[in-house]
Each structure stands twice: as structure tokens, then as C-alpha cells.
């Protein structure tokens, strides 16, 4: 078969202290101190294998993320932007959804011609976060597209507990294929989903919500906060295409922050109340946090799904004397994420089809990731089938 595959030079930065653990497993923890020089091309690959668990899935659809991005955009030196854990080379992709053409001797809750998405997030159930019940902080973890290979290819081979069936996807569109391009949105929208209801607790309906960055996980928050009938919802984003998306799926509001002063925008909206949860989604929390600290209810909620690998200055007063409260999110897994979104899109309360706006295949992925790096597309989708 065919994958798009990436390969890197393994070159600790000289002030990274490259860890044990690191040098037996040639996983890098911080990725983005250890690889250089990143090459990326679809090129031949081993067909996949069941083991006794694992179903083989056709790959239908699979969406460009912003780690795609970071593999392929580099810094002055040549390494990846990306700062997570890593192992290459390997085939990227992790937003997918898939037919089962084939299942292990094992296998008992699928069988062929199945549709499935996948949790990107391969926990192995067994360390402690895992039996403590935290498997997005598996000790063990492997990452599909990341470390072990992933679904910008034909085919890929996945145990069957981490697959979940979208039949009432496509039942709601009316179309396999749509269902499986819908399908593929699915593990983003748990990003979204885990941080704002499972680590934040989520919001009382009625309240007004902030989205700070209108990507595809900020889109996914606006219409998870819509679903979950927030009385307000404001997006803040710089691309006017996203801008528009944001309105499409459910931002009452939408501005160029360069344009306004967020927390100023907030505070007129609300009447002087404040937001009630703040989600920030673009990923640049040193100029986003501060905004919401200026617009922070009484028990606010910031909830920070962006990734940065950088620190943030907070002034710690203004969350005391408003009592309000930061949660970190990561990950997808565990607390009934998956089905809950699957739920919503078959029900018809969340409809996020209209964020895609791009499709190609698998032999020009490379130019699907580089468009994406002008930020101006909602997801885009590679289709290998």
C-alpha cells in the first residue's frame, strides 16, 4: 500500500537533556527539540496485518490536524514545531474514519463492512492513569499518525476497542460517504468535547461561552456550546473564511481580534456580567488568556485546548476575586466522549459538515497539509479510496 510518511534526523537540541527512556524507546517526549530536517512524501509501505484484535480498515477519510501542520512547517534550524511525543519514521494522519475489510481471529464487535471512526489515543489500559481511569495520560501511550503508523494511507490495522461505529452518522446524512467524511471530524470534535464537559465540567445552559480561535477544535467548540445551549456565544479569529465557519456553525458573534479588544467586545456583550466559559482554541494563550481575564463572570472557567509550548503570564487575583478556574485539557479517550459526539451528529444537534472545504488524495496529501498552513480552510479531508 501507500502512506504518507515522514522521516526525521534525531538531533537533540544542545541545551536538551534527552532522557533515558527516550534513548531506549527512540520516542522523543518534546518533539520539537530532538527532530530535524523533516521529510514527508507518500511513498510504499508494508500492507498492515490484523493481530487477534485488530481490524483492518480501508481508509475513507481523513483530516488534515494542526500537528500535521507542525511536522511540515519548521523553525530557523530546521526542526519540527511540533513539541509532543513522536517516534519516526512513521505514516502521519490520526482524523479518520474507515471500512473493516478484515478482522482478527479474536475480534467480536466487528466484522466486515463495518464503518468506524478511531480514537487516535492507543492507552493501554493496564498502567496506573489508565486503571485510575485517565487514559489520555496513559503511561504507555502510542499515538496513531505520531509514533506508531497512521491513516494517511490505504489501509491501517487498529485494535477493535479503540473503533466506534458511525452507522447513525450516515443514517443522518443519508450517505456513506458522507457519513464517513462526518465520520472523520468525530475525533476532533472529542477534543473539544473532553476538554469542555469532561475536564471543565462544562457550563449551565444560559450561559455565554468565548471561543478564542476558530479552527477546526474551535469550531467544534462553537458547535458543541451551541448544542449545549449556551445564551451567548462569541468567536474571536483573524481568517475571514474561518470567521464566516464560525458563523455557520453557531457563534452568535464573530470578530477579528485584531480589530477589537476582546475582553472590552466581552464585557459590552455581557452587560458588564462577564463570560461564564472561555475556551481557548488558537493556541497563543500569552494573547488570548489575558483577554479573558478581563471578561471572567463570577466562576468563570478558562479551559485551554490549544497547544503552546510556551508560559503565559496570569495575574492570579483576578481568578481569586472572581472565583474562577483554569483546566488543562488533552486527548479524547475514556467518559463516553466518543459515542456522546457520534449521539449528537446522528440526532442532527451537531452539525459540523459544513467546516469541510477541501478534499484531495492520498498521493497530494503533501499539498492538503501545505494549504492548511494558510489557515484559512476549516478541515480539510484526504480521501486515499
Known sequence: MKGLVLDAVWEPKPDYVV?????ETGKAITG???????????RE??????GPQEVVLEVQACGVCGSDMHFYETNEDDYILYPGLTKFPTILGHEFSGKVVEAGRDVQTLKAGDMVT???????????????GYPNHCTNLEELGFTIPGAFANY??????????IDAIAE????????????????????????????????RPGHYVSVFGAGPIGLAAIGLAKAAGAGIIAAFEISPQRMELARKVGADHVYDPRQVT?????????KGEGFNFHVEAAGAPHLTVPEMEKALAINSKIVQIGRAAQRVPMYLEALQVRRSQVFGAQGHSGHETFPNVIRLVGAGRLDLSPIITARYGLEDTV?????????TDGKILVKPS
Not at 19 to 23: D, H, I, L, N, T
Open 172 to 203: 443522518r446524512f443519508g450517505s456513506e460517504e458522507k457519513g464517513y467524511e462526518v465520520g472523520a471530524l468525530t475525533e476532533p470534535t472529542c477534543v473539544s468535547y473532553n476538554a469542555m464537559f469532561e475536564r471543565a465540567g462544562g457550563f
Open 45 to 50: 509501505w508494508p500492507d498492515p496485518k490484523p
Open 118 to 132: 478511531v480514537e487516535e489515543m492507543i492507552w493501554c489500559g493496564r498502567c496506573i492513569p489508565c486503571r485510575n
Open 367 to 375: 499539498n492538503a497539509i501545505a494549504r492548511s498552513t494558510e489557515r
Open 262 to 270: 476582546a475582553g472590552d467586545v466581552l464585557m459590552e456583550l455581557s
Open 19 to 23: 532522557s533515558e527512556w527516550e534513548r
Open 32 to 42: 520539537n527539540s530532538i527532530w530535524r530536517h523533516p521529510k514527508l512524501g507518500v
Open 156 to 165: 491501517i490495522a487498529v485494535d477493535e476497542k479503540f473503533c466506534w461505529k
